[in-house]
């Protein structure tokens, strides 16, 4: 089994940054993809950004330029550092990771979110 915890939501006001971090745990052997994702009230959970495990990277349009997406592979952990929050930008957000496990299944993991608030 493998774990997602996330840490670093909050209540920021507009034009702030965050920086959400998100540790893998567990029996994971090799993590390919790790994403972020938010689901806003009322609305469906779409994707934030993803980085693969060699590095690259792909950005919901809402996000480009003011999201970064990076990752810590020997520490099994990614990071979206926010800047330039808008209000819009107010949701849980969650983490997610696939791979292989210690006994080679697959696996798609979840964290348990993490809300951020962004004030007008």
């Known amino acids: 089994q493998v774990q997602l915890v996330e840490s670093g939501g909050g209540l920021v006001q507009a034009g702030g940054s965050l920086r959400l971090s998100c540790a893998a745990s567990?029996?994971?052997?090799?993590?390919?993809?790790m994403a972020w994702y938010r689901q806003a009230p009322g609305q469906q959970r779409e994707l934030v950004a993803v980085?693969?495990?060699?590095?690259?990277?792909n950005y919901a349009d809402s996000v480009k330029g003011r999201f970064a997406i990076s990752r810590d592979i020997a520490k099994n952990t990614v990071y979206l550092q926010m800047n330039s929050l808008k209000p819009e930008d107010t949701a849980v957000y969650y983490c997610?990771?696939?791979?292989?496990?210690?006994?080679?299944?697959?696996?798609?993991?979840w964290g348990q979110g993490t809300q951020v608030t962004v004030s007008s």
């Open positions: 567990g029996s994971t052997f090799w993590i390919n993809a």
């Open positions: 997610n990771a696939e791979g292989v496990t210690t006994d080679f299944g697959r696996y798609n993991s």
């Open positions: 980085i693969s495990r060699g590095g690259s990277t």
